[in-house]
């Protein structure tokens, strides 16, 4: 074997004119599907970067009903499963949230994870640099330790060595970094990885309000993790954990009943995402390494057909079928071997350039492509796949040829087998194009779409939205009444939250209607809420249908009154009008069945809106006056007449002037507010585009060699069609043809095979159905337009041959 490779290294260098296009050819694909394959390894495929992650599971509830079968959980039933399970060794719990860090310039709203004490223990995972947190300082109330990830450790801190054991300002307080977190561990979500990582005992005192929040059992936020005990299996835990679950269902049926626990093993946990996108990324790029191996094919195949001489000379001369077969091969393995060093060194490039490609917005996505054993084995893969795939065809048919064959280079039946072989690669390639260029036309449109879309506020208008970690009724008046006397400023108002926020559209009350008997409901409904002060509609462009909006006065009296949307109304009085109609609401932040004694009037109906995200069906949503008496967390809406970001330093200015003390999120406009709502759809637009792209391109140079090889191999032809009175433009429209009939049999095909391969975009899709006719019909003219790009220098050179020299060649 080693001979053979010699002996293919120097048949190889004499041969540039098929190396270099061969090894670029394949490197393009093979690049691509690196970059796809550490992405989806990085993101989706890898279980939490945990010591023997076999023996973690994660705890799900369902929705009331066995819906949503991987939901979180509340805080209580976190403690209740921790201390009843025996099949467990450990349970752990962790929320998302958003936590501002004051580096002595300008506070900023950071990534928190709010983790249960025995969160690090459970999972196993030890800092890379300090210690991890003791007890001791959980119940000490001046410690407040927290962890930091080594992303922010290298941002913030330039990974300088003395960081654990200093202190930090976040939320105001100066709390203790006792370790710094290892580079591998990202925690549940890889795309977006926490900066801080904060105990639920620190959090509770860096956020006062928040221990009857965390307390409530029908507020469910948090993800639970468990390391089975020594020797227990996950159907032995399951068992225990449906019975404590049932015993928690007959105990608090108001918030537990209807639910289900589910046991998942931590390398089967992954969401949506990791069920449908990464599988559907990968399939993708697989299918560009096909159009660049059916490249490959017909390029090794040109060649062979260059060399039948030299094979029909080493057959005369004895040598066996099977070490010209090897032989073959051992010059495929050569270019694949080239290509795949390429296509590391262009992964390499590529990776390190990507990342600042990526959409950003509040929530940074965190990517990294990283160049490992996994990607190293699955390059190696690849290659032997495109070894087998692109020289094992043409290496079988002209190592078994007949002597008599290999010796006639103009062997018709030769040229025959290269054509109808070359023709089903191109078309093949064409295809594979149309899912690849349908796939990519549909993301990019529903990108589009949302957009365009009315989610039930003006998205597209110049507005700041700034998050005040907390000020006074007083200080929210005053801070409104500056603002609104700076140059530009339309109107202003002030909310707990806004859609698309980083509180994700709301908390949640329970509603309460009288029976027709007078008597209230036993059972409330829930229903998403926020507080708002007057001017909150119109600043954000929210339409209100029937009544009149929450106003000014409403909250200086604190008036019992409500505005909800369409959908609210429709849901709670079907067939009757909701304008003028009473309820009553549960204490907010509480699970409690119990409804408080003020009725509130329904004064006015809005329009629907998109609160969380826009794939999300209609909810009911409800608006309350934002209490004039309450402190606490706000939101600050400011809609502008001149570009909002114009606005950011002025009003950075007045909020230091009034609190000084108190951090603010850096501005961020609605429009990046909007567009967060849609950066995973971006996302994989981008990477299903550049597919697509990359995949055109491919096609367009297999058509041109092909359409390349059948003018010079019908030179003679063409010659004595040109002699005997065929024009230029003749011959031209018949090479033009050729190209398009090959290109409109790949498209039907193509046309039929994105029908079934689309199905599984559907749920990234917005607005847009898997069967868009206008996708496939740009698709469609994508294909042809590159088709008559790839044949037209073949046709004109065709067209322009001098028929005496035609004539004269073999």
């Excluded at 890379?128 to 407040?144: C, K």
Aim: charged letters at 20%; aromatic letters at 8%.
């Amino acid at each position: 074997m080693l001979q053979d490779l010699k002996v293919a290294l120097r048949s190889l260098r004499r041969s540039p004119g098929f190396v270099i296009p061969a090894v670029l050819t394949l490197a393009l694909g093979l690049g691509a599907n690196l970059l796809i394959f550490s992405f989806v390894d990085s993101v989706w495929l890898r279980p939490m970067a945990v010591p023997r992650a076999s023996e973690v599971v994660r705890l799900y509830t369902s929705d009331p009903g066995g819906a949503g079968e991987r939901g979180d959980n509340s805080y209580p039933d976190y403690l209740d499963l921790r201390n009843d399970a025996h099949t467990l060794k450990g349970v752990a719990a962790l929320e998302g949230r958003g936590a501002f860090y004051d580096d002595g310039k300008l506070p900023r709203l950071v990534l928190a994870a709010v983790v249960s004490g025995n969160y690090f223990d459970v999972l196993g995972v030890k800092p890379a640099q300090g210690r991890t947190i003791s007890p001791q300082e959980l119940q000490d109330p001046h410690a407040l330790p927290i962890m930091i990830s080594n992303q922010f450790w290298r941002r913030e801190f330039h990974a300088g060595p003395a960081v654990a054991g200093s202190r930090i300002v976040l939320d105001g307080a100066q709390v203790l970094i006792t370790g710094v977190l290892p580079p591998e561990f990202r925690g549940s979500e890889p795309l977006v990885v926490s900066d801080v990582w904060v105990p639920e005992d620190t959090w509770e005192r860096l956020q006062p309000g928040e221990a009857r929040r965390i307390q409530a059992r029908g507020r469910r936020s948090f993800e639970l993790y468990a390391r089975l005990a020594p020797h227990v299996s996950v159907t032995q835990a399951r068992a225990e954990l449906e019975t404590i679950w049932t015993r928690l269902a007959r105990e608090y049926p108001k918030t537990n009943s209807g639910r289900h626990l589910s046991v998942i093993p931590l390398s089967s946990a992954g969401g949506d995402w990791s069920r449908k996108v990464g599988p559907l990324l990968l399939a993708i790029a697989g299918f560009v390494l096909l159009v660049a191996c059916a490249n490959l094919t017909s390029l090794v195949m040109a060649r062979s057909e260059r060399r039948r001489s030299e094979i029909a000379t080493r057959i005369a001369l004895g040598a066996r079928r099977a070490r010209i077969l090897r032989q073959l091969m051992a010059e495929s393995a050569v270019v694949a071997a080239l290509a795949c060093t390429a296509a590391l060194a262009l992964f390499g490039a590529l990776g390190a350039a990507i990342p600042a490609l990526v959409p950003q917005s509040q929530i940074p996505l965190t990517i990294s492509f990283e160049n490992n054993s996994r990607t190293l084995a699955f390059a190696i893969l690849c290659a032997i796949a495109c070894i087998f795939l692109s020289g094992l065809g043409p290496a079988v048919r002209h190592s078994n040829m007949r002597l008599s064959a290999a010796a006639n280079r103009n062997a018709a039946s030769a040229a025959g087998g290269q054509f109808w072989f070359r023709n089903l690669l191109v078309i093949g390639q064409v295809a594979i194009c149309v899912v690849l260029v349908v796939a990519s036309g549909l993301l990019v449109r529903s990108v589009y779409r949302a957009y365009s879309s009315d989610p039930g506020f003006n998205a597209h208008q110049e507005m700041l939205i700034a998050n005040i970690a907390s000020a006074t009724p007083a200080q929210r008046r005053e801070l409104r009444q500056r603002i609104d006397q700076l140059p530009g400023v339309v109107s202003t108002a002030v909310s707990y939250r806004v859609p698309f926020g980083l509180s994700y559209g709301g908390a949640t009350r329970k509603v309460f209607l009288p029976s027709d008997g007078g008597a209230l409901q036993a059972e409330g409904t829930t229903v998403h809420y926020t507080a708002v002060s007057g001017r909150y509609f119109e600043t954000l462009g929210t339409r209100i249908l029937r009544g009149r909006a929450i106003d000014a006065h409403d909250i200086d009296t604190g008036a019992p009154v409500v505005v909800i949307n369409r959908n609210m109304a429709s849901s709670l009085w079907p067939g009757r009008d909701a304008l003028g109609q009473h309820l009553r609401l549960n204490a907010a932040f509480s699970d409690a069945n119990v409804p408080l004694a003020t009725e509130y009037e329904v004064i006015g109906i809005a329009e629907d809106g998109k609160y969380n995200e826009l794939n999300e069906p209609q909810m009911p949503y409800l608006f309350v006056p934002l209490a004039a008496n309450e402190d606490g967390e706000v939101v600050i809406s400011i809609r502008t007449a001149t570009r909002a970001e114009s606005l950011a330093g002025p009003v950075q200015e007045i909020l230091r002037a009034m609190m000084p003390g108190v951090p603010a999120l850096e501005f961020a406009t609605m429009r990046e507010h909007f567009a967060e709502s849609i950066a995973d759809q971006r996302l994989i637009a981008r990477l299903v585009g550049a597919m697509g792209g990359l995949g055109l391109l491919l096609a367009a140079v297999g058509l041109y060699g092909l359409m390349a090889f059948l003018v010079g191999s019908r030179t003679q032809e063409i010659g004595i069609r040109m002699a005997v009175g065929a024009l230029p433009r003749q011959v031209f429209r018949m090479i033009l043809g050729r190209a398009l009939w090959l290109a409109g049999i790949g498209i039907m095909v193509g046309i039929f095979g994105a029908f079934a391969v689309t199905r599984a975009l559907q749920s990234l899709l917005y607005g847009v159905s898997a069967n868009d006719g206008l996708s496939y019909a740009i698709s469609t003219a994508v294909l042809i337009t590159v088709a008559v790009a790839a044949a037209w220098v073949p046709a004109l050179r065709a067209a322009r041959l001098d028929p005496l020299d035609a004539l004269r060649q073999e």
